[in-house]
């Protein structure tokens, strides 16, 4: 069965349906889809264990990303496949985020994410950290066999490094969003809700 015969099998649809590819996805397919009433977005895609993928986590956190006001509705969902409600927006590019305007409507978008779709989430909250993915990949790799297991000690070094790297910058974005509220944070660690694909082209310009 062809990705377009199984968004046809759904069963969802008002009446004949135009569908046409969206690019970008890295372990899924994306569609968009047109029927007589509305546009949707379809993403098709199976679990991954070995890099920790799971759909029911995302259909849970797109569930509490849309309570927190932040994505578009689940319309439907069925096993691999997650029916999301179109919005209309242009993708922002690295020149965008350069600009003091664009900026002042991200961070507390980001914000947000990390705050509010915590509360919002509902069920198991499984943690997709990346640092843990690597140190897995590397277990895997070592319980294998492989013969790429001589390049695990350096690789696993830069892991380190980076950790720390990402501490530190954590740590000052977090003081200087805080000066900019007009104190200062002083608290542990949390874990925090994230985009799984922070960047600019993952970012629509045309969300309030």
């Not at 895609?45 to 920790?52: A, F, Q, S, T």
Request: with cysteine; hydrophobic share 45%; glycine share 6%.
């Amino acid at each position: 069965m062809t990705p377009e015969d199984r968004i046809h099998a759904l069963g969802i649809w008002k009446g004949p349906i135009e569908i046409a590819p969206i690019m970008g996805g890295i372990t899924n397919r994306n569609y968009l889809v047109r029927d007589r009433v509305r546009r949707h977005v379809v993403r098709l895609g199976e679990d991954i264990p070995v890099h920790h993928i799971s759909r029911q986590n995302e259909l849970a956190a797109s569930r509490a990303a849309h309570a927190a006001g932040l994505s578009p509705a689940v319309l439907h969902h069925a096993p691999a496949v997650l029916v999301l409600e179109f919005i209309e927006a242009k993708a922002l590019s690295p020149d965008d985020m350069q600009s003091a305007e664009t900026l002042s409507r991200v961070i507390p978008l980001v914000r947000a994410c990390h705050h509010d779709i915590a509360r919002q989430f509902r069920g198991p909250a499984a943690i997709f950290w990346v640092f843990h993915v690597i140190r897995d990949y590397a277990a895997n790799l070592e319980a294998a066999g492989s013969s790429n297991c001589s390049l695990l000690p350096d690789l696993l070094l830069d892991l380190k490094a980076a950790f720390k790297f990402f501490r530190i910058q954590n740590a000052q974005l977090d003081e200087q969003l805080g000066r900019r509220a007009g104190r200062v944070f002083h608290r542990p660690v949390i874990i925090t809700a994230a985009p799984g694909g922070c960047k600019p082209a993952t970012t629509g310009s045309g969300i309030a």
